[in-house]
């Protein structure tokens, strides 16, 4: 683990939780999304998670985390979870509900408690690097304590596979 790296609330969360984690800092670039973090960081984009905000058709939210070179089949996933329709919120409701900036979102430490949903799959990567809770900071976990620490629901809800 890095000795210098942002103390934002996921870290605190991942602490709190006696989670291992280790870090990751690399050039943030604007709508670069996890393909600029795998090739900064010579790490697999289908190990770095994204976390993403969305809501359904009341405007309630939740977050969907997903492999970094996979999108979220939203039809999909309003099915598997008995609503009509997902979207991803703005920019600016997304900050509101976890607290983070959007390209910095953590599933960890939000400011309100979300239903976290996450692609079954990503139980199949020993290590998986998720945003630490600021643009261009990864944290990398087991992908087991995904599971401990957020208790998610597991779909399969990836565009276009079914690994």
Do not use: W
Not at 115 to 124: A, G, H, K, Q, T
């Amino acid at each position: 683990m890095s000795t210098s790296h942002p103390d934002t609330p996921a870290v605190r969360f991942l602490r709190q939780h006696r989670i291992a984690f280790s870090t990751f800092q690399y050039a943030y670039a604007e709508h670069g999304g996890t393909q600029v973090a795998a090739t900064s960081l010579n790490l697999p984009e289908h190990a770095i998670i994204k976390t993403l905000v969305m809501e359904d058709e009341h405007a309630k939210p939740l977050i969907i985390l997903m492999h970094g070179d996979r999108e979220v089949a939203t039809k999909k996933l309003a099915s598997a979870i008995g609503v009509k329709q997902i979207h991803p919120c703005t920019a600016a409701i997304a900050q509101k509900h976890t607290g983070y900036q959007v390209g910095g979102t953590s599933p960890f430490g939000t400011r309100k408690k979300l239903p976290v949903y996450m692609e079954r799959s990503i139980l199949d990567q020993s290590l998986v690097y998720i945003n630490g809770g600021k643009r261009g900071f990864l944290v990398g976990i087991h992908a087991h304590d995904l599971m401990q620490s957020l208790q998610p629901i597991t779909v399969n809800v990836a565009k276009g596979g079914e690994d």
